[in-house]
């Protein structure tokens, strides 16, 4: 489809073991942004990418978060050491990046579960 | 500063009735809205959005309204129906980034 696509769905973990989540944005989008929503809350912002700029890495919570964009087009974000805390959905969402605009098309989202 | 919080309330409206869902932001520099609705086990799906030069829009069944005054958004929507059921969110952008900032979100459960 033609959607923004994220993998895995669902990932389930031990505690202390290091994961990989992964968003394939709508082709064409030059802003990427990872959100992290717990359950029954809102959206926290953790990471934004436009084009070749550098990202803005303001909300990743510590210096166990990590993400990347190879090629400006995949972004891979990693959590290290993971804890009970970082069970969430991740979502990913991409737009045309825009200034001043810019409907963002969301993912359906990694379900994280750290055991 | 930013105006994302933790706590998720809840609107419960009869099925046929209007929904009026309420959003305050914090940034007067922002300058673009946007509403976005989020069914159960699925990403947040754009609805309507708004520029600052504006103090109502409408879609269909939707209307959004802005008070830059007093930095309030709110989301109607028209004869609610059940799949409307779901959680809303605000998303503020300001005109110096592309960072989008969201609500707490409010749930809207439709009462047959």
């Known amino acids: 489809g033609a959607g923004v696509s994220q993998s895995p769905s669902n990932k389930v973990t031990e505690k202390g073991k290091d994961v990989e989540l992964r968003c394939d944005p709508i082709?064409?989008?030059?802003?990427l942004y990872w959100y992290r929503q717990s359950l029954g809350q809102g959206l926290e912002f953790l990471i934004y990418?436009?084009?070749?700029?550098?990202?803005?890495k303001s909300g990743l919570p510590s210096d166990r978060f990590s993400a990347e964009r190879t090629g400006g087009s995949v972004s891979t974000l990693t959590i290290q050491r993971t804890q009970q805390e970082d069970s969430a959905v991740y979502l990913c969402?991409?737009?045309?990046?825009?200034?001043?605009?810019?409907?963002?098309?969301f993912g359906e989202g990694s379900r994280l579960t750290v055991l | 500063g930013e105006s994302v919080g933790l706590h998720l309330p809840t609107l419960s409206v009869q099925e046929g009735d209007n929904s009026i869902i309420n959003c305050a932001y914090s940034?007067?520099?922002?300058?673009?809205f946007i509403w976005y609705k989020q069914e159960s086990g699925k990403g947040p799906q754009f609805i309507i959005d708004?520029?600052?030069?504006?103090d109502k829009r409408q879609g269909q069944r939707v209307t959004v309204l802005l008070n830059k005054t007093v930095k309030h958004l709110s989301l109607q929507i028209a004869a609610t129906q059940p799949g409307d059921s779901a959680v809303y969110f605000c998303?503020?952008?300001?005109?110096?980034?592309?960072?989008?900032?969201f609500g707490p979100g409010t749930r809207l459960s439709v009462l047959p």
């Open positions: 969402a991409s737009s045309l990046g825009t200034s001043g605009t810019g409907e963002l098309f």
């Open positions: 082709s064409g989008h030059t802003a």
């Open positions: 940034n007067s520099a922002s300058d673009y």
């Open positions: 998303a503020e952008i300001d005109n110096y980034g592309q960072n989008f900032v």
């Open positions: 990418f436009q084009g070749n700029s550098a990202p803005d």
């Open positions: 708004i520029r600052s030069n504006m």
